[in-house]
C-alpha cells in the first residue's frame, strides 16, 4: 500500500468520523441553550440555531457526507486489500468476504462507535467547535443535499399523498428539562435553586395523578352530618382546618364539607352550612382536576378508589404545593428540634429563639440585633457556616450539624468548661 492510498483512507475514515459525531452531537445538544446563546449573539449559536430551524439540512449533509466518504473509503480499501490478500486467499469470495468483514469492522470501531462516544461526552462544546467546517461542508454539497431533499419528500408525497411540513419546534419540553438539570448542577444561590426546582415541578406537573398529592384517608378530619353543632366547633378548634368533611353513616359516604366561616351564621345543626363538594377519583390527571376545581370554583374535592370507597381529599393548595412547594399558613407549625444530651451538650434547631432558649436553659446567649440561634451564629462568622463546621466563642462551642438552603438547620452547643449556667 503506497503512502497516497494510506492518506486516502485515513482521510475518510477521519470524515466519516466526523460526520457521525455530528450527527449524534445535534440530536443530543441542548436545543434550548443553543437559541439562549444565539440571543446572546454568539457566532457559532447563530448558525446552530438557523439548522434548527430545517434539521433536515444538518440531518442530510452528515449523512451525505457520511455516505461520500464511505463510498470512497470502500473503493480504496477494497483495491489494496485485494492486492494484498490475493497471494494468501486464492478464492474469489472468501477474499470478498474477508474484505468486507474487516473494512466493516474498522468504520464501525474508527467511524461510528467512537466518535459518537466521544461527541456525546459534551455534545455542546462540540458542536460549537466545529460547526464552522460544517457549515462549509453544507455548502459545498449543497446541491447533492438539495438534490436529495428534493426526492426524498417526492418519494413521501407519492406514498403518503401529503406534502412534507415543518412543524417541529425548535426545541421541546425535553430539551427544557435537559437544561434544567443542566443548570441544577451548578451552585446557585437560594433564590435561584428555588427558581429551578418550580421550573422542574412545572415540567412534571403534567405527569401526575390526584394519588400523587391528595390527603390520604387515614388523615381525614370528618364529622357526621347528625353530630351537634358543638361538635363541629370543637372539631374546628383542635384541627385548626379551615374545611371540615361531613360524612353520613361513614366516612366512605361524604355528602360535603362545612366552612369555618360559615360559624359565623351561627347554625343550630350541620346541614345548615352544608356546602356541597366535587368527587373525582385517583387516578385522573391531575392538571385535569385542577380546570376542573377552578371553573367550578371549588378548592376541595373527594377522591375515590375504584370501588367507591373515599382514598383522601384534595384541595387546589395541594395541586399548588406540587409547583411551588410547601405552602405554610399561620396554622401550619412545626416542631423545633430541641435534645439535651448532658449538663454541657445540646443539639438545637436554628430556628430556636435566643429568649426561649435562655429562658428554658438558662445559656445566658448574648442578645443583639439577632432573635434566633442561627442568627447569632452568623453574626459571629458573618456568613454561612459549612457542616461540621466548628465556631467558638469565649463561652460556647458550636458544630453545625445541617444547612440547607443557604440556611442553617441544626447545631451542636457545647457549653465550655469555666462557664456558669444556672440548671
Not at 376545581?293 to 399548588?320: C, H, N, Q, Y
Not at 434547631?349 to 443583639?368: C, F, G, M, Q, V
Not at 460556647?396 to 440556611?407: D, S, T
Request: charged fraction near 25%.
Amino acid at each position: 500500500m503506497d503512502s497516497a492510498d494510506f492518506t486516502i483512507i485515513l482521510a475518510t475514515l477521519i470524515t466519516s468520523a466526523f460526520f457521525s459525531g455530528m450527527e449524534i452531537a445535534f440530536i443530543s445538544a441542548n436545543k434550548l441553550r443553543i437559541e439562549l446563546h444565539n440571543k446572546q449573539g454568539v457566532w457559532s449559536a447563530k448558525i446552530l440555531s438557523w439548522y434548527l430551524k430545517d434539521p433536515s439540512k444538518f440531518i442530510s449533509t452528515t449523512l451525505v457526507g457520511n455516505n461520500i466518504a464511505l463510498v470512497v473509503y470502500g473503493i480504496i480499501t477494497g483495491k489494496v486489500m485485494n492486492t494484498f490478500l490475493t497471494e494468501v486467499i486464492h478464492h474469489d469470495f472468501w477474499r470478498f468476504v474477508v474484505i468486507t468483514i474487516v473494512s466493516t469492522l474498522i468504520v464501525l470501531v474508527t467511524a461510528e462507535f467512537i466518535p459518537k462516544a466521544l461527541f456525546r461526552i459534551n455534545p455542546d462544546f462540540i458542536l460549537n467547535a466545529l460547526i464552522l467546517p460544517f457549515h462549509i461542508c453544507y455548502f459545498l454539497l449543497w446541491p447533492i443535499i438539495n438534490f436529495v431533499l428534493a426526492i426524498s419528500k417526492w418519494f413521501i408525497k407519492i406514498i403518503t399523498g401529503e406534502e412534507v411540513v415543518k412543524t417541529a419546534p425548535a426545541f421541546t419540553k425535553v430539551d427544557l428539562d435537559h437544561f434544567i438539570s443542566q443548570t441544577g448542577q451548578i451552585e446557585l444561590d437560594e433564590d435561584k435553586n428555588l427558581s429551578t426546582e418550580m421550573f422542574k415541578n412545572a415540567l412534571d406537573f403534567g405527569t401526575l395523578r390526584v394519588r400523587d398529592c391528595m390527603v390520604p384517608r387515614t388523615e381525614l378530619v370528618a364529622i357526621e352530618e347528625s353530630d351537634p353543632i358543638d361538635e363541629l366547633y370543637s372539631q374546628f378548634l383542635d384541627s385548626r382546618h379551615s374545611k371540615i368533611l361531613v360524612y353520613r353513616n361513614n366516612v366512605d359516604h361524604i355528602i360535603g364539607y362545612v366552612h369555618q366561616v360559615s360559624m359565623f351564621k351561627k347554625p343550630q345543626s350541620i346541614k345548615e352550612v352544608l356546602m356541597p363538594i366535587l368527587i373525582t377519583n385517583e387516578s385522573r390527571m391531575l392538571n385535569d382536576q385542577l380546570k376542573e376545581m377552578t371553573l367550578k370554583r371549588k378548592s376541595i374535592a373527594v377522591v375515590v378508589d375504584e370501588f367507591g370507597g373515599t382514598a383522601g381529599v384534595i384541595s387546589t393548595e395541594d395541586i399548588i404545593e406540587e409547583i411551588f412547594g410547601e405552602i405554610d399558613d399561620e396554622y401550619d407549625t412545626e416542631e423545633l428540634k430541641e435534645t439535651r444530651i448532658n449538663d454541657s451538650r445540646y443539639i438545637f434547631s436554628a430556628r430556636h429563639t435566643i429568649d426561649y432558649l435562655n429562658e428554658t436553659y438558662n445559656l445566658k446567649i448574648p442578645d443583639s440585633e439577632y432573635d434566633t440561634l442561627g442568627g447569632y451564629i452568623i453574626s459571629i462568622c458573618e456568613s454561612i457556616p459549612s457542616e461540621k463546621e466548628v465556631i467558638l466563642t469565649d463561652r460556647f462551642e458550636f458544630v453545625i450539624k445541617q444547612v440547607k438552603h443557604a440556611r442553617i438547620e441544626e447545631v451542636e452547643l457545647k457549653i465550655l468548661s469555666g462557664t456558669e449556667i444556672d440548671h
